[in-house]
């Protein structure tokens, strides 16, 4: 049965850290894609960042970049969001989710993983920033 556990959110004050971690199993973790979303409250979905785990190659949102950091650790079947500098607008309920099928493409020049790429979505977890 294929799960993901995503886990590590909390209350944090503006321009502090977090690491978020996702758990998987049921799956061959070498050979897909893990990603990461959030949402708001009233707010719609949007993609954080990706990773091929593969290849490890990585997709940041623009929205993120430079603060966050995604990894693959496969003999952990875990990957990993570091969150640092965090903002009051980085509040949401992030969710991790699974491509097993191959949809989600990440290049050196860009990224191709929207949400309707995943196949599995586990539970989020709750990230609070405040200022």
């Known amino acids: 049965e294929v799960q993901l556990q995503a886990s590590g959110g909390g209350l944090v004050q503006a321009g502090g850290s977090l690491r978020l971690s996702c758990a998987a199993s049921g799956f061959t973790f070498r050979d897909v894609a893990i990603g990461w979303f959030r949402q708001a409250p009233g707010k719609e979905r949007e993609g954080v960042s990706c990773v091929t785990t593969g290849d490890g190659s990585t997709y940041l949102a623009d929205s993120v970049k430079g603060r966050f950091t995604i990894s693959s650790d496969n003999a952990k079947n875990t990957v990993y969001l570091q969150m640092n500098s965090l903002k009051p607008e980085d509040t949401a309920v992030y969710y991790c989710?699974?491509?097993?099928?191959?949809?989600?493409?990440?290049?050196?020049?860009?990224?191709?993983?929207?949400?309707?790429?995943?196949?599995?979505w586990g539970k989020g977890t709750q990230v609070t920033v405040s200022s």
């Open positions: 989710a699974a491509d097993l099928d191959s949809i989600v493409v990440i290049t050196p020049t860009g990224g191709f993983c929207p949400d309707y790429a995943m196949d599995y």
